[in-house]
């Protein structure tokens, strides 16, 4: 398929997801919690674990909600408590994709999972800080982690390792489910941000929910350039954002339909 005939794929598809766009009213695990019925942002309670948070409870472009109790962002699982273990057992997850790479596994261990739960070792980024917990940078955006952000979207392994996990979460059988990283501020911050904009949810929000991991880790972690930097080379290897959906992370148009049918709610 040559370029010309790329782009107009990708017009028509875009097209047909808007036109067959409906809302699955009962889609999703029955004990889910409805939508709203958490704060958007708001940290859950895990003992052991940073930054824990639901990424529905957002409202949509087109006036829907994304679906609550679904889809999670963390830090590292690996030092949960009993209480944690119980904390975390209480959101009934049936899976939890972990994008650490094997060198934060050896510093941290393996998560620590309720019975039941599937880990999916999903590595993404290089094996050491910045991609690390790190220490917080206040004094401005660290180039490093700027080079790391074009990375999610220029580096095969890590892009398709994102692809992957939208995949999942299009699955009904497999959420709900939690993707983490070491302090769940990067690389969970940056598939949160391309879920909720793949959502319908309007940037100001998506950035807002980004930062809130600055709040949860007690430190300026996150910058609004690290997702500018890694938008805009999704937008310039690929020519839009459905483009780089369906070209670099592989998602097929039916794939985006289900994760908005299984994601959304008029509720």
Same mark, same amino acid.
């Given at each position: 398929?040559?370029?010309?005939?790329?782009?107009?794929?990708?017009?028509?598809?875009?097209?047909?997801?808007?036109?067959?766009?409906?809302?699955?009213?009962?889609?999703?695990?029955?004990?889910?919690?409805?939508?709203?019925?958490?704060?958007?942002?708001?940290?859950?309670?895990?003992?052991?674990?940073?930054?824990?948070?639901?990424?529905?409870?957002?409202?949509?472009?087109?006036?829907?909600?994304?679906?609550?109790?679904? *889809?999670?962002?963390?830090? $590292?699982? &690996?030092? #949960? %408590?009993?209480? =944690?273990?119980?904390? +975390?057992? !209480?959101?009934?997850?049936?899976? *939890?994709?972990?994008?650490? $790479?094997? &060198?934060? #596994? %050896?510093?941290? =261990?393996?998560?620590? +999972?309720? !019975?039941?739960?599937?880990?999916?070792?999903?590595?993404?980024?290089?094996? &050491?800080?910045?991609?690390?917990? =790190?220490?917080?940078?206040?004094? !401005?955006?660290?180039?490093?982690?700027?080079?790391?952000?074009?990375?999610?979207?220029?580096?095969?392994?890590?892009?398709?390792?994102?692809?992957?996990?939208?995949?999942?979460?299009?699955?009904?059988?497999?959420?709900?489910?939690?993707?983490?990283?070491?302090?769940?501020?990067?690389?969970?911050?940056?598939?949160?941000?391309?879920?909720?904009?793949?959502?319908?949810?309007?940037?100001?929000?998506?950035?807002?929910?980004?930062?809130?991991?600055?709040?949860?880790?007690?430190?300026?972690?996150?910058?609004?350039?690290?997702?500018?930097?890694?938008?805009?080379?999704?937008?310039?290897?690929?020519?839009?954002?459905?483009?780089?959906?369906?070209?670099?992370?592989?998602?097929?148009?039916?794939?985006?339909?289900?994760?908005?049918?299984?994601?959304?709610?008029?509720?």
């Amino acid at each position: 398929m040559n370029a010309t005939s790329r782009r107009t794929f990708v017009k028509a598809g875009c097209a047909a997801v808007a036109a067959g766009f409906v809302f699955a009213e009962n889609a999703g695990a029955a004990s889910s919690p409805p939508a709203g019925s958490r704060v958007p942002g708001t940290l859950i309670p895990i003992e052991g674990a940073l930054n824990v948070r639901d990424v529905g409870g957002y409202r949509t472009v087109e006036g829907a909600t994304v679906r609550c109790g679904q *889809v999670y962002r963390s830090g $590292t699982l &690996a030092y #949960l %408590t009993p209480l =944690g273990l119980s904390q +975390l057992a !209480a959101l009934g997850l049936k899976e *939890v994709v972990d994008f650490r $790479t094997a &060198a934060e #596994l %050896t510093s941290q =261990g393996p998560d620590r +999972l309720p !019975a039941g739960v599937v880990p999916i070792s999903t590595p993404i980024g290089e094996t &050491a800080p910045p991609h690390n917990t =790190g220490a917080a940078t206040t004094a !401005a955006v660290d180039p490093a982690l700027l080079d790391i952000y074009r990375g999610y979207v220029d580096n095969d392994s890590w892009r398709k390792g994102f692809g992957r996990t939208l995949q999942r979460i299009a699955s009904a059988a497999e959420r709900p489910l939690t993707y983490h990283d070491s302090a769940g501020a990067h690389r969970s911050g940056w598939l949160t941000a391309v879920l909720l904009t793949l959502l319908g949810v309007d940037k100001d929000t998506v950035y807002a929910e980004y930062l809130r991991s600055n709040d949860a880790l007690g430190g300026i972690y996150a910058y609004p350039e690290y997702l500018d930097e890694a938008f805009a080379e999704a937008t310039r290897k690929y020519g839009s954002f459905t483009a780089f959906l369906v070209q670099g992370l592989e998602l097929s148009l039916l794939t985006i339909l289900r994760i908005r049918t299984g994601m959304l709610t008029l509720a």
